[in-house]
């Protein structure tokens, strides 16, 4: 046997018998396991950096309708302190259509009333709503748009 083999033997033996040094701690606690999406409304509002989500936790994930009447009605208090506020007019309505793979949102606003960043809302609050397989497209219908516009949450784009 040469040296090298006899030193590459020695530092087998070596690895084998130190471990990784990594000592054995058993179970740890650090909260609660993960359980997938956090249960609750999920909403999208406006802060002063742009669209952001908030989750009205308390509450049963709302089907879609009830989830776009929810946004509509705008950000409640504690949203509000948080900084939270609505780009969506004051009063309208929204109207969701589901066929699958895609939700046409119908506008009681003139989508020329309305910010990007508003439009954003809607979209970003359809996607995340509650629906079968994956993110569905969004089409936006109104009273000055009747053709429908495809829209994508720009949050989304790269998920």
């Not at 740890?28 to 669209?51: E, M, N, W």
């Not at 109207?95 to 606003?109: E, K």
């Not at 829209?151 to 989304?156: G, K, N, P």
């Amino acid at each position: 046997m040469t040296a090298r083999h006899r030193l590459a033997a020695a530092t087998a033996l070596l690895l084998l018998t130190t471990g990784c040094s990594i000592p054995s701690t058993g179970p740890v606690k650090s909260g609660r396991p993960a359980t997938g999406i956090q249960p609750g409304t999920r909403l999208y509002f406006l802060d002063q950096h742009g669209t952001r989500l908030a989750i009205r936790s308390g509450t049963q994930r709302e089907d879609l309708q009830q989830t776009l009447n929810t946004l509509v009605a705008g950000p409640d208090q504690a949203e509000q302190r948080s900084g939270l506020y609505t780009g969506l007019p004051p009063s309208g309505t929204v109207q969701a259509t589901a066929t699958p793979g895609t939700v046409t949102l119908r506008l009681s606003w003139s989508t020329a009333s309305l910010t990007t960043t508003a439009v954003q809302q809607l979209v970003c609050t359809t996607e995340d709503a509650p629906t079968t397989g994956p993110p569905p497209k969004v089409s936006i219908i109104s009273s000055d748009a009747p053709s429908a516009i495809q829209q994508q949450c720009d949050l989304h784009r790269n998920a």
